[in-house]
């Protein structure tokens, strides 16, 4: 079984357009996060929530509005997007107990 | 906030030879160092992790050292593999926070 999930995996958009992101994890993790890997593969941490709740806001424009209606979800909302925003968006999440953050296997965005 | 600087960006081996990938970080609270491999189209998965309380960790033919005086870190790998071949992440963080910061990754090429 999956244990983070991302939906969809691939996603192409014209510029200017609102899209959503959704992430599922089935682990029961407190902690769930976003990060974005550019073309040179980098790993920014974007948002990171803890039981709903905000934790890390990272330096991201407020075009970005991520979303946690549960524990297990944690929902990207993007608006009005820009050439800039075309990267891999990285679902994780983490237990406290052990630190390890565990991957979904990303949604690639392209914004033409 | 941490820095975490990571070489070499690209690394070409043999097969069967041995892999050195280094990291330094800046932040001397950091306690808790994860090496991440990620595989082409997949999230980055936790390959070995050491905590401050340890120099040295092995799991088979993958070993972390860690020097928390000098504020590095290494991966080790012998008896490369093409299946090695990934891009290699190490991090940084605080046990418990979750939070963690990324180096800019290692590519790995292993010839056969």
């Known amino acids: 079984d999956t244990a983070v999930s991302q939906t969809p995996k691939y996603l192409v958009t014209q510029m200017g357009n609102d899209k959503s992101i959704k992430c599922e994890q089935n682990?029961?993790?407190?902690?769930m996060y976003w990060y974005k890997q550019d073309s040179k593969k980098f790993l920014k941490i974007m948002f990171s929530?803890?039981?709903?709740?905000?934790?890390i806001n990272e330096t991201v424009p407020n075009r970005f509005s991520p979303k946690s209606p549960d524990k297990a979800h944690l929902n990207l909302h993007i608006n009005s997007l820009e050439l800039g925003d075309s990267a891999v968006y990285f679902c994780?999440?983490?237990?406290?107990?052990?630190?390890?953050?565990?991957f979904g296997p990303g949604t690639r965005l392209t914004v033409l | 906030g941490e820095n975490v600087e990571q070489h070499p960006s690209t690394l070409s081996v043999q097969e069967g030879d041995s892999a050195v990938i280094k990291c330094t970080y800046s932040?001397?609270?950091?306690?808790?160092f994860p090496w991440y491999k990620q595989e082409l189209g997949k999230g980055p998965q936790l390959i070995i992790d050491?905590?401050?309380?340890?120099g040295e960790k092995k799991d088979q033919r993958i070993a972390v050292t860690l020097n928390k005086t000098a504020k590095h870190f290494s991966l080790h790998i012998t008896e490369t593999q093409p299946e090695d071949s990934a891009v290699y992440f190490c991090?940084?963080?605080?046990?418990?926070?979750?939070?963690?910061?990324f180096g800019k990754g290692t590519m790995l090429l292993v010839s056969p």
């Open positions: 050491i905590r401050s309380n340890v």
């Open positions: 929530y803890n039981n709903k709740e905000l934790i």
């Open positions: 682990l029961g993790h407190d902690t």
């Open positions: 994780a999440s983490s237990s406290p107990v052990s630190d390890e953050q565990f």
């Open positions: 932040d001397s609270a950091s306690n808790y």
């Open positions: 991090a940084a963080g605080k046990s418990g926070y979750s939070t963690l910061t």
